[in-house]
Nanobody, 127 residues
Framework: EVQLVESGGGIVQPGGSLRLSCVGSGYIFSTYWMYWVRQAPGKGLEWVSTISDGGVSLYYADSVKGRATISRDNAKKTLYLQMNSLKPEDTGAYYC????????????????????WGQGTQVTVTS
């Protein structure tokens, strides 16, 4: 059974930083592209970032480019998202998503019916 467990969310002041983590299990972690997707209160899903299976190809939404860094440790089966210079508009639930199939795939994802999703970790940016 595929499982994705996020952690690292919390309450932070504007300008602060957080590092989100996601541990994957039940599949060969190193063979799947991974995504971070977020959802602000009362809004739809927003793709944040993507990393290829080997960690070479990285993609970012314009809204976080320059402030976010996606990475992965395949030996630890863990995906990360380092978020700096946080803004109130970064508030929301952050989901770790595994691509629906192994190998190269879409560079972004917001379809809840595609892939495997974690339960999410809440990030709140407020003064």
């Amino acid at each position: 059974e595929v499982q994705l467990v996020e952690s690292g969310g919390g309450i932070v002041q504007p300008g602060g930083s957080l590092r989100l983590s996601c541990v994957g299990s039940g599949y060969i972690f190193s063979t799947y592209w991974m995504y971070w997707v977020r959802q602000a209160p009362g809004k739809g899903l927003e793709w944040v970032s993507t990393i290829s299976d080997g960690g070479v190809s990285l993609y970012y939404a314009d809204s976080v480019k320059g402030r976010a860094t996606i990475s992965r440790d395949n030996a630890k089966k863990t995906l990360y998202l380092q978020m700096n210079s946080l803004k109130p508009e970064d508030t929301g639930a952050y989901y770790c998503v595994r691509a629906p199939y192994a190998g190269p795939t879409a560079t972004s994802l917001t379809d809840r019916s595609r892939g495997y999703w974690g339960q999410g970790t809440q990030v709140t940016v407020t003064s």
